[in-house]
């Protein structure tokens, strides 16, 4: 209930319990005036009841005088008095109309037949007297009858004042009486007034106002603090009150949505910043190490719910192998066809779910996620894949779709560009035809290694005994060929221990860094097994056995690294004056 209803309401209450104690004051007024109007008519009548008894007096005794005494006056005063009687008949009227009950009539009609008779016989006495016969008059003024009739006039307006006085104080009692019934009635409506007054105000005040300000005002101050978190109690007042806290609900839920606004804004914009920093460090990777490292550290940053691979497409090939993993995913292969792949069929991303609309990839196997493939393009090529996983249902918003496809075109954009790098790093430092380092390649790795000359370090130069027979014999594919099988069989023997290079034409060149004289020698001698031993055919025909001479020469026993590539051919050119198919050692002119 609102405030103001409240008000009202409690305002009407008051009006009419203020009506009432005036109206109960009214009639308990009225009733003091009655008893006041009792007391006047009690006092008037006894007034005129004492008078009537004076007068009858009087008449008597000036009637009594004059019989005594013969003197005038008293017969003046007697006929004064007499014509009082004609008053008295007033007065005795005038009674009749104060409300007097019929007894008080009967008493006043009793004490007027008496006075009649005293009267008479007063008279009678007098008429008696002026005819002469005095004793005859005195004896009828002071004789028995005028006597019993004297006394029973008194008598009467004795009983009549006395009747008037019980009566009229029975009125006052019961115009008391009322006064008083109305007068509580009066004072029982004021306090009833003044106790809905207070009661009101407590209620209002205390219970309606007080306490929800209170309650309002511990609200008002968090949310002046920015905690949102207030809880806003709504009892379903209708009231001003109620208007108030509905307000301030609406302040909190719009402070809440600002929040919640804020801290998308501020993801939204972290991620952004992330994004950007991701761009910027995949823009200066060299290799696709660095761009997997790259990747795995910045993606689970940028999409926290989400695990993945960065596939990378095979050069020359098909297939998709994982360069890099975040966040352990496991429903997805880590090497699969391109056809395998129904983003990369159809060239858009595709959202793979057990229980989607969709179908789903074939090189997912585990159906308990959510994945999504990204295929990564450089100028209309598939160069990759960036793959998704997540909990079932947990699928990327339109904003994270736009993201994921942003990343995806620059880290497409960076594979294509590394594979592009690699290939012409390739180029630079690689023999097109054997795919061994070149010349270039030595020589770099021999400036290298002679920034540290104390380390230990073997070369071996090879040279194809009699190679040119067959480009003369077979033609130069067959010599091709040759070299290219040479180029296989030192890498296969080598492996890892040193590096292989072509140093030119049908030379090549070995360095085994951290060896010996004593472990160039082994691998020399393996090398030159290797080569001897394995046949060679070209277009179906066995070609003859191929042989190889070998120069070792190391560093710093026998001399510096700047000489050890000489070193070594002289060794090489001994090996070949000796025969070939064989080692020679710096120095040394036996055959190993």
Request: one cysteine or more.
């Amino acid at each position: 209930m609102r405030l103001s209803t409240i008000t009202h309401l409690a305002y009407a209450v008051t009006l009419v319990l203020t009506a009432v104690s005036a109206s109960t004051f009214i009639l308990s007024a009225r009733s003091a005036s009655q008893e006041r109007v009792a007391i006047e008519r009690h006092l008037e009548i006894d007034d005129l009841a004492e008078e009537l008894a004076i007068t009858a007096e009087n008449r008597t005794e000036e009637a009594r005088l004059y019989v005594m005494r013969a003197d005038e006056q008293h017969l003046a005063k007697f006929y004064v008095d007499d014509d009082q009687e004609g008053r008295l008949e007033g007065t005795i009227a005038k009674m009749t109309l104060l409300g007097l009950s019929p007894q008080e009539k009967a008493m006043f009609d009793a004490i007027r037949a008496d006075a009649d008779a005293i009267d008479a016989i007063e008279k009678k006495a007098i008429a008696a007297y002026r005819d002469g016969r005095q004793i005859e008059a005195q004896q009828t003024l002071f004789g028995d009858e005028h006597y019993r009739l004297q006394t029973g006039l008194v008598k009467s307006v004795a009983d009549l004042r006395e009747s008037v006085t019980t009566r009229s104080q029975q009125t006052v009692d019961a115009a008391k009486a009322r006064s008083d019934f109305f007068g509580n009635i009066a004072k029982s409506m004021l306090v009833l007034t003044a106790l809905m007054f207070l009661a009101v105000l407590y209620f209002v005040l205390s219970r309606r106002v007080a306490m929800p300000l209170i309650r309002m005002s511990n609200v008002v101050t968090r949310l002046a603090r920015q905690d949102y978190d207030v809880e806003v109690l709504d009892d379903g007042r209708r009231d001003e009150i109620g208007e108030m806290n509905h307000a301030i609900q609406i302040f909190r839920d719009n402070g809440r949505e600002r929040e919640r606004l804020d801290a998308e804004r501020r993801k939204d914009q972290r991620m952004k910043d992330l994004i950007l920093q991701m761009m910027h460090r995949v823009q200066a990777c060299q290799n696709q190490e660095e761009l997997s490292d790259v990747v795995s550290r910045f993606m689970p940053q940028i999409f926290p719910q989400a695990a993945g691979h960065l596939f990378v497409m095979k050069e020359q090939g098909s297939t998709l192998q994982s360069l890099g993993q975040w966040l352990d995913p496991k429903a997805s292969e880590t090497h699969f066809s391109i056809d395998d792949c129904w983003g990369l069929r159809r060239g858009r991303p595709h959202l793979s779910e057990s229980e989607g609309e969709d179908v789903s990839c074939h090189h997912i196997h585990v159906g308990t996620s959510s994945n999504l493939c990204f295929p990564l393009t450089a100028l209309g090529d598939i160069v990759g894949l960036l793959y998704l996983e997540s909990a079932p249902g947990n699928h990327p918003s339109q904003t994270d779709r736009l993201y994921l496809e942003l990343l995806a075109e620059n880290v497409g954009l960076a594979v294509a560009n590394l594979q592009l790098r690699q290939r012409l790093v390739g180029m630079a430092k690689r023999d097109a035809l054997t795919g061994l380092m070149n010349r270039r390649s030595l020589d770099e790795t021999l400036n290298r290694l002679i920034e540290e000359p104390a380390n230990p370090l073997a070369c071996l130069m090879i040279d194809i005994d009699y190679f040119k027979r067959f480009n003369d014999q077979f033609g130069h594919d067959a010599g091709d060929a040759v070299m290219q099988y040479v180029a296989r069989l030192l890498s296969e023997v080598v492996n890892g221990r040193g590096d292989v290079f072509r140093f030119g034409g049908e030379e090549f060149t070995v360095l085994l860094a951290g060896s010996t004289a004593a472990d160039g020698e082994h691998v020399a001698e393996q090398l030159r097994q290797s080569v001897e031993r394995a046949p060679l055919s070209y277009r179906g025909r066995l070609l003859d056995p191929v042989t190889i001479s070998l120069g070792i020469s190391t560093s710093p026993q026998t001399g510096p690294v700047t000489s050890i590539l000489e070193r070594a051919d002289r060794a090489l050119l001994a090996a070949k004056r000796n025969g070939r198919n064989r080692w020679i050692l710096e120095s040394v002119e036996e055959q190993a």
